[in-house]
């Protein structure tokens, strides 16, 4: 049976909207927008089928090594935010930028950059970084999109430090929340309006790709962020404890902060030590094998 004011001739295509994941149906040839979130459908770019595959690459479950390995390399990665810098930035970084000032703005972001890179952390972000929400928002040449996306990983960065910093649980969760607010900039798809990245938010918690799991993990084990002891550490400051009471990053900053506290006692008692040590070998020296 045909229906004359149907639309029959046109075909229907299912779309997934990047933004809110409301799976629908649309002709090709209107405009069409998501009911719950406002985005823009686009009957080629948000087809069911493609973005699933996104999904499948970003959403796969990670364990417990591969979430503490994200975390702490990306807390560990140097490098400053561009734009309205909100969040504090520590010595170093502003070290950096004071040495790096007359260099290209891209020295800045290596680190980022090694980061999205790393074969062990490529599922964390999107498949075709540094094609990013940002990056699209902002426009621009190839670099300027590509230092873009990379100063989006420098930011969460800054927000998970603070989080490593949080002095109590409550604050923790407070500062986690807002990286995974945040995050999602990072790995939503690129074609989501800022709009419906806000309303999608507002829908409930973002979709538990990698980034979100890491972020997850770090919410229950928290407690074991420390920042190590050693004042020189250079290459992990900010690690995550194997034992409760684990001060140092490593058995190198240990063993460096072992040998500045056994300086620091010759400074302060060695005088006293020797003297009272010549003064035993003085009572001893009559008995003394010589
Ligand atoms: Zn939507
Ligand atoms: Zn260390």
């Not at 001739?9 to 979130?37: F, H, M, W």
């Not at 009957?43 to 364990?63: G, K, Q, V």
């Not at 970084?129 to 040449?141: Q, T």
Request: hydrophobic residues 35%; proline residues 6%; glycine residues 4%.
């Amino acid at each position: 049976m045909t229906d004359a004011n149907c639309l029959a001739a046109e075909p229907l295509i299912a779309v997934r909207c990047p933004a809110c994941g409301n799976d629908t149906s649309i002709t090709g040839t209107q405009k069409y927008e998501c009911r719950r979130c406002g985005q823009t459908l686009d009957p080629r770019e948000h087809r069911i089928a493609i973005l699933a595959e996104r999904e499948a690459a970003m959403m796969r479950r990670i364990n417990a090594r591969q979430a503490r390995a994200f975390l702490v390399a990306l807390a560990n990665i140097k490098g400053m935010p561009y734009g309205l810098v909100f969040l504090p930035a520590s010595p170093e970084d502003l070290a950096f930028q004071y040495r790096e000032s007359f260099s290209p703005a891209m020295d800045n972001y290596q680190e980022a950059k090694w980061l999205v890179n790393h074969k062990l952390f490529r599922q964390f972000f999107p498949p075709n970084f540094p094609d990013s929400w940002l990056a699209r928002s902002c426009g621009g040449s190839e670099e300027q999109k590509q230092a873009a996306s990379l100063a989006q990983i420098v930011t969460a960065r800054n927000y998970l430090h603070l989080a490593w910093k949080a002095t109590d649980s409550d604050e923790r969760a407070w500062r986690i929340r807002a990286l995974r607010e945040f995050a999602r900039q990072i790995t939503i798809h690129p074609s989501a309006s800022s709009t419906s990245l806000t309303a999608s938010l507002q829908i409930g918690p973002p979709p538990k790709d990698a980034f979100q799991q890491a972020l997850l993990y770090f919410q229950s084990h928290g407690s074991l962020a420390r920042r190590c002891l050693n004042p020189d550490c250079r290459q992990t400051p900010y690690f995550l404890a194997e034992k409760p009471n684990q001060k140092y990053c490593n058995e190198r900053c240990s063993e460096v902060a072992r040998n500045a506290a056994k300086k620091l006692w010759w400074k302060r008692h060695g005088t006293a030590w020797r003297k009272s040590r010549s003064k035993a070998s003085a009572r001893m020296k009559p008995h003394g094998k010589r």
